[in-house]
Structures are given as structure tokens and as C-alpha cells.
């Protein structure tokens, strides 16, 4: 079975710049998450939305960040404009179910570097 | 959620069970203790979880100790594939459509296991 997947997998760009980070969930899967990366916080829970809905966006840093789950198979996240301190990994992770036990599981990432 | 507390780091040889503590000494009765593990440059991997009894599978086991206030993950045959941050979770489990399964991250346990 295919896993989260991400892309793009690194994006370079220049400070200003709008930025678009996506994500396919486990098909089958209600709950998503964004979550970001960086060595002084470590791993951080951005937003998460259950059956296409934002449930919980208090995890976005400030309003330069949106994101977006338009239907049950892909989300977006977007800065802009994009700072040099949003460079980190970000992360795309999907659970099946509402809520409940149910474990998340991970993307690969995408590794933003912004200059 | 309960706050957890991991040593930063372990060593571990090869071929040894390596056991990985988690001291969660605030935890309350609906709370589960998660494990997940980061391989570098790699997403999150869910391991395992449970809330009182002992777990096993095909990658780890969890015992929880009797009052639940810590629990050690056990990989019994630790491969040098192994070497990652471990990252010990203690969530409540919430049910229903608006519910979400949130996971905090702390700083984990840096295995390291040598040949």
C-alpha cells in the first residue's frame, strides 16, 4: 500500500516568495496533519483537519500560513509570503477514523529551505 | 496530555535488546502512551502503543507498569537499522467527529546501536 505522500521533497526558494507544500493521505484515512520540523522546537503540530474540515489550527504560526484539504485525497499547505525562519521540514501525517486510538502515520517530509 | 521524560540518549550493542524507559509519572486514566521513532531524514514511524496491559508486535513490545506512571519499549534483537530518536507519548484518546488524536512530541531518546 502507498504511504503519505508528500512533494515536493526539498524546495529551495527566495525569501518573499509563495510557497505550496502537498500531501496525499492513506486513502481511506479521515484524520490529517501538518506538522513542522526544526532543530530549536523540534516537532510541532501545525493544524489538523477531520473529513476535509479544520478542526484545530493553533499550531499555525501567523496568517502567512493557510492550509487546505479541498477533498478526502490531498491537502495544502501554503506560506506567503515566505520568511527565511520557515525554513524546516514539514510533515504530512494521516490516521484512519475519527478520532480514537488509531496510530498517525508519517511522510517523508518536505525540506524547505528558504534564502 | 501528561508530560513524558526520556534520557537524550542510549547506547546499544548490536544483537542486544535494547529497552527504552519513559517515566510519565503525571499520566491520567484515559491517556495511552504512544511510540514512534525517527529515522534520520526520515518521517516519524509508529511503533506501538497501549494504555495498561503489555503489548507486542512485530517490531517492539511495551510494558507499562502497574501504577502506569512509566513503560519501557523493548526492541529485542536491536539492529544497526535501529539507530534513531524513539519519542515516548502519552495522548488522551478522544472519540467523535471534531475528535483528533493529536500527538505532542518531546525531545525522545537518541538510540544508537554499534556493531
Known amino acids: 500500500d502507498a504511504g503519505v505522500i508528500q512533494s515536493p521533497r526539498h524546495e529551495v526558494t527566495e525569501m518573499g516568495q509563495e510557497v505550496t507544500l502537498r500531501c496525499k493521505p492513506i486513502?481511506?484515512?479521515?484524520?490529517l496533519f501538518w506538522y513542522r520540523q526544526t532543530m530549536m522546537r523540534g516537532l510541532e503540530l501545525l493544524i489538523y483537519?477531520?473529513?476535509?474540515?479544520?478542526?484545530?489550527d493553533s499550531g499555525m504560526p501567523e496568517d502567512r500560513f493557510s492550509a487546505k484539504m479541498p477533498n478526502a485525497s490531498f491537502s495544502t499547505l501554503k506560506i506567503q509570503p515566505s520568511e527565511p525562519r520557515d525554513s524546516a521540514v514539514y510533515f504530512c501525517?494521516?490516521?484512519?477514523?475519527?478520532?480514537?486510538?488509531?496510530?498517525?502515520?508519517f511522510g517523508d517530509g518536505t525540506r524547505l529551505s528558504i534564502l | 496530555d501528561a508530560k513524558t521524560t526520556q534520557p537524550t540518549s542510549m547506547d546499544c550493542a548490536e544483537g542486544r535488546a535494547a529497552n527504552l524507559p519513559c517515566n510519565h509519572s503525571?499520566?491520567?486514566?484515559?491517556?495511552?502512551v504512544y511510540w514512534y521513532r525517527q529515522i534520520h531524514s526520515q518521517g516519524p514511524q509508529y511503533i506501538i502503543h497501549?494504555?495498561?496491559n503489555n503489548e507486542t508486535n512485530e517490531m517492539a513490545s511495551l510494558i507499562i507498569t502497574e501504577d502506569r506512571k512509566s513503560s519501557t519499549l523493548i526492541l529485542p534483537h536491536a539492529t544497526l537499522r535501529d539507530t534513531a530518536v524513539y519519542y515516548c507519548?502519552?495522548?488522551?484518546?478522544?472519540?467523535?467527529?471534531?475528535?483528533?488524536?493529536?500527538?505532542?512530541f518531546g525531545g525522545g531518546t537518541r538510540l544508537m546501536v554499534k556493531p
Open positions: 501525517a494521516s490516521s484512519p477514523g475519527q478520532g480514537g486510538s488509531e496510530p498517525q502515520h
Open positions: 486513502s481511506g484515512h479521515n484524520s
Open positions: 483537519f477531520n473529513n476535509n474540515v479544520p478542526i484545530d
Open positions: 503525571t499520566i491520567s486514566g484515559n491517556e495511552y
Open positions: 497501549g494504555l495498561k
Open positions: 507519548i502519552v495522548r488522551v484518546v478522544l472519540r467523535g467527529n471534531n475528535a483528533g488524536n493529536m500527538l505532542t
